[in-house]
């Protein structure tokens, strides 16, 4: 079955790190891009960050430019993101998503990690 | 980067009724426009992509439309499964925004 599958969340203080994974299965991974998507709580959906299937294009939202780095291991079909500097406003469910192109719509989900920072 | 605007923000319908969301862009995005349907505790799905085709598995009820910086998704004949919250999303260019999503409720 197709899926991905989120990890890493978790509580962490203002100003700390943290380390989100999203493992792919069942489908050729280094041929898709991917997305990171969050949704505060009680809040609409919100575009992160996205990479292409080689890993040689990134883009970010200006939210998270310059704290968060998206990248992917294609031989370990996993996708990353690193999160440093984190704001209260960074509190939110994170989602990957896969796109059959760079500029395509996010076919699969993974089932989202709860990111909260707060002291 | 470009914004998206839907409406409205929530909808009241009941179950066989035809319903039409609106999304607009502020600026041209030619066909590159998705729909999404989210519920509660739930990743989001997609149901529309490319502005009018229809994801693999998606029932015939859903149906989008537009182009450049219109579009609307309808749905006809409401079923049980269909109160959800839909977004729309613009991947013409980055940040590929979301609109703010349209609650629909039953009546």
């Known amino acids: 079955e197709v899926q991905l599958l989120e990890s890493g969340g978790g509580l962490v203080q203002p100003g700390g790190s943290l380390r989100l994974s999203c493992a792919a299965s069942a489908f050729t991974f280094s041929s898709y891009a991917m997305s990171w998507v969050r949704q505060a709580p009680g809040k609409g959906l919100e575009w992160v960050s996205g990479?292409?299937?080689?890993?040689?294009?990134?883009d970010y939202a200006d939210s998270v430019k310059g704290r968060f780095t998206i990248s992917r291991d294609n031989s370990k079909n996993t996708l990353f993101l690193q999160m440093s500097s984190l704001r209260a406003e960074d509190t939110a469910v994170y989602y990957c998503?896969?796109?059959?192109?760079?500029?395509?719509?996010?076919?699969?989900w993974g089932q989202g990690t709860m990111v909260t920072v707060s002291s | 980067d470009i914004q998206m605007t839907q409406s409205p923000s929530s909808l009241s319908a009941s179950v066989g009724d035809r319903v039409t969301i609106t999304c607009r862009a502020s600026q041209n995005i030619t066909s590159y426009l998705n729909w999404y349907q989210q519920t509660p505790g739930k990743a989001p799905k997609l149901v529309i992509y490319?502005?009018?085709s229809m994801q693999s598995g998606v029932p015939s009820r859903f149906r989008g439309s537009g182009s450049g910086t219109d579009f609307t998704l309808t749905i006809s004949s409401l079923q049980p499964e269909d109160f959800a919250t839909y977004y729309c999303q613009q991947s013409y260019s980055t940040p590929y925004t979301f609109g703010q999503g349209t609650k629909l409720e039953i009546k």
């Open positions: 490319g502005a009018s």
């Open positions: 990479i292409s299937g080689r890993g040689g294009s990134t």
């Open positions: 998503a896969s796109s059959p192109y760079y500029r395509g719509p996010s076919l699969i």
